[in-house]
């Protein structure tokens, strides 16, 4: 007896349950973890601490991509993660401000 293929799962269970709000959380994680590290690097660095930022932010973007198994592709990389890299990126600048106004 031949039996029918199993329906497809669910994104719910797949644990794509509030991606939007998870999508959120995610930035704001970014802007949280790029601050910290920046800061972190510039209290030991100065202004190269930037850079430690940068890479970090890049590298975590990189990271999620090949984790979650996309294929490799710059375009592709750049369009996905816009929103993190501009959390990124604020983050950094934030902990620039800061770092600034410590004098």
Not at 21 to 49: Q, V
């Amino acid at each position: 007896m031949i039996r029918p293929d199993p329906p497809a799962p669910s994104q719910s269970e797949l644990g794509y349950k509030n991606w939007s709000n998870r999508m959120k959380t995610d930035k704001m994680l970014h802007l949280l973890a790029s601050y910290c590290i920046t800061l972190t690097a510039m209290l030991f660095t100065g202004y190269l601490g930037v850079i430690v930022g940068a890479v970090a932010g890049v590298g975590k973007e990189l990271w999620d991509y090949a984790r979650y198994g996309r294929q490799m592709a710059w375009r592709a990389f750049l369009s996905d993660s816009r929103g993190d890299l501009i959390a990124d990126a604020s983050g950094i600048i934030l902990a620039v401000i800061i770092y600034g106004l410590r004098g």
